[in-house]
């Protein structure tokens, strides 16, 4: 089981920035896969960015140029630096874990981009 806890969320101004921060209730070195995924309204959720436990990344096209995952391994922590926030990165942002076959997410946290 893991436990994941999102912060980091809020409104903020085109061309902005906003970090997220998602914590899991054990060592992320034990989670196969962390990483982000959004969604928008009346949008299907979207992969936006993952680290696996070896230390690859993967992200979406769109936010490659843009977004940066990483990961404190002191506090079991995956971040998302997100740097010239665009209106259409308006969403819910889900942490998400992969460990062996089972899959677990947080509970979710805001981030709006409007002036």
């Known amino acids: 089981q893991v436990q994941l806890v999102e912060s980091g969320g809020g409104l903020v101004q085109p061309g902005g920035s906003l970090k997220l921060s998602c914590t899991a209730s054990?060592?992320?070195?034990?989670?196969?896969?962390m990483g982000w995924y959004r969604q928008a309204p009346g949008k299907e959720r979207e992969l936006v960015a993952a680290?696996?436990?070896?230390?690859?990344?993967n992200y979406a096209d769109s936010m490659k140029e843009r977004f940066i995952i990483s990961r404190d391994r002191a506090k079991n922590t995956v971040n998302l630096q997100m740097n010239s926030l665009k209106p259409e990165d308006t969403a819910v942002y889900y942490c998400h874990a992969t460990v062996g076959i089972s899959r677990y997410w947080g509970q979710g946290t805001q981030v709006t981009v409007s002036s």
């Open positions: 054990r060592s992320i070195f034990t989670i196969n896969v």
């Open positions: 680290i696996t436990s070896a230390g690859s990344t």
